[in-house]
């Protein structure tokens, strides 16, 4: 394949020795857990996000586990209590909310962004709603004036899936006054899965918020429950991430910036490019800095499948993020919801064009005027 949609291997090789020099001096330091790697990772990722405290946990889905359930030990959250979840968003969401007993509402998407449409909040809000969850899907910030008015008026918590968006600027500040996604709202759930643009190499994640409390409880649960050597404060879980992989992600944050730079490059040609009239490329924010996680078109007419077909026949390959969105899986086939129009039609019509390194302004050039010669059925 010509273009294929990723390929981790060609995507890091250009530091692939670097990678490989940091993973040998941790097998070197014998130290493979709570050692200095972390710890530094920490620092920097929460100075990345403009807050106060990182924890680096097991993964994404366990981030945002992690924050709920430390908010349920801190009083804050009841079991049975509403989360407001976008209703188009990777299932893990909302599988950290009914995990924790806590209900998810899902709230339909604006077309333009493909995140959480804040105007709909309002009519979802009844008393026992505690908390939204917006999701900055596919790198686009999801924050905006209509959002942080409701979260105080109802005195929410707003906890950000800051899974696909790490250094993302939304075009507000959010209650902590900054702008970068991670720190607009009271926590934030970050993977480092391997796909992500920081991504591990293999699973990880962190938690990042200015809320001494929700951090200390965090690291505690993650960590047995226990605040100190053999006290166990809370019936707590094992979700640390190990040394090797906090190296590995401080050899890619060196690098992470200039990734976010080239795949906004990449963004804007696809942009300038694509001119199929069956094709409607992604609104591009400018003030909001979108890092470009995925690249998602929206193709019209149902050819949506044939389009795909077709790019891959010419070697190029593409990916749907999330061909069936959470509400329509079947582990949530009891979940109560509303209409959500918005979400419904997009899941028939997205693709995600590939938009990591190694992929070139030349090459996105290239891949658009294929798309411009499909012919539909
Ligand atoms: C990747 C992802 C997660 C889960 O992260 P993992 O590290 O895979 O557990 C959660 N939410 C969103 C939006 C994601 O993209």
Redesign the pocket.
């Known amino acids: 394949m010509r273009y294929p949609f990723l390929d981790l291997a060609r995507t890091q090789a250009a530091y692939a020795d670097e990678l490989k020099a940091a993973a040998c001096a941790v097998i070197d330091s014998g130290r493979f857990l709570h050692g200095p790697e972390t710890e530094m990772l920490e620092h920097e990722v929460a100075q990345l996000c403009q807050v106060r405290h990182c924890v680096s946990v097991s993964?994404?889905?366990d981030a945002?586990r992690l924050i709920l359930r430390a908010y349920i030990e801190m009083g804050l959250l009841r079991p049975g209590d509403k989360i407001i979840v976008p209703a188009n968003?990777?299932i893990?969401?909302v599988l950290a909310v009914s995990d924790n007993g806590l209900v998810p509402v899902l709230c339909d998407i604006r077309p333009d962004t493909m995140n959480l449409d804040s105007s709909l909040l309002e009519g979802l809000i009844d008393p026992r709603v505690r908390a939204v969850m917006p999701?900055h899907?596919y790198g686009t910030p999801c924050c905006d004036a209509t959002l942080l008015d409701v979260v105080n008026r109802h005195d929410l918590l707003m906890i950000e899936?800051n899974?696909?968006a790490i250094s993302a600027h939304a075009d507000c500040a959010g209650i902590n006054g900054t702008s970068v996604t991670g720190g607009l709202g009271h926590a934030a759930g970050i993977?480092?899965?391997p796909t992500?643009n920081l991504g591990a190499l293999g699973?990880g994640?962190a938690v990042v918020t200015n809320d001494d409390t929700l951090a200390s409880t965090v690291r505690a649960l993650a960590n047995y429950g226990s605040d100190r050597r053999y006290h166990n404060v809370y019936c707590g879980l094992n979700c640390r991430l190990d040394e090797i992989q906090a190296a590995m992600l401080r050899v890619k944050l060196h690098h992470f910036e200039a990734e976010n730079a080239q795949r906004r490059l990449v963004a804007k040609a696809y942009a300038q490019h694509i001119t199929h009239q069956l094709v409607t490329v992604p609104v591009i924010f400018d003030e909001m800095q979108q890092v470009w996680h995925q690249y998602v078109v929206r193709v019209a007419h149902g050819q949506r499948n044939a389009l795909r077909n077709y790019l891959q026949q010419q070697g190029i390959g593409t990916d749907i993020h999330y061909a069936t969105p959470p509400h329509r899986q079947p582990c949530y086939n009891h979940l109560e919801h509303g209409a959500l129009p918005v979400t419904e039609q997009l899941a028939d019509e997205i693709v995600s064009l590939p938009i990591a390194a190694p992929i070139t302004v030349d090459d996105a050039r290239e891949i658009a005027h294929v798309i411009n010669d499909f012919n539909p059925d």
């Open positions: 993964n994404g889905l945002l968003t990777y893990a969401s999701v899907l899936d899974a696909q993977s480092f899965y992500k699973d994640g």
